[in-house]
């Protein structure tokens, strides 16, 4: 069983920065890949950005140079770094996990970026 339990979000202006955390516990392969995937209204679940245990990183193209995540292995926890928020970066903002050729979630948490 693997939890994924996620903190940050909010509401913010464009311009501005917010931090998301995730924390991940249960049956995990040390060799694993933690990140962020997002969902506007209407629209597709997108890459954010994913970072495997040996820190290889992967962003999606709408936030590059704007988004860093980064990772702290002894914690499982993965986080993410907002800067320069805009309008089109509003979604839900979901934790993922790949670990034993599995993928799991977690529950997904707000961001809203305001004009």
């Known amino acids: 069983q693997v939890h994924l339990v996620e903190s940050g979000g909010g509401l913010v202006q464009a311009g501005g920065s917010l931090r998301l955390s995730c924390s991940a516990s249960g049956n995990i392969f040390s060799g694993n890949l933690l990140g962020w995937y997002r969902q506007a209204p209407g629209k597709q679940r997108e890459l954010v950005a994913v970072?495997?245990?040996?820190?290889?990183?992967n962003y999606g193209d709408s936030v590059k140079d704007r988004f860093t995540v980064s990772r702290d292995n002894a914690k499982n926890t993965v986080y993410l770094q907002m800067n320069s928020l805009k309008p089109e970066d509003t979604g839900v903002y979901y934790c993922?996990?790949?670990?034993?050729?599995?993928?799991?979630w977690g529950q997904g948490t707000q961001v809203t970026v305001s004009s």
């Open positions: 993922y996990l790949r670990t034993h050729g599995n993928t799991y």
């Open positions: 970072v495997s245990s040996a820190g290889t990183l």
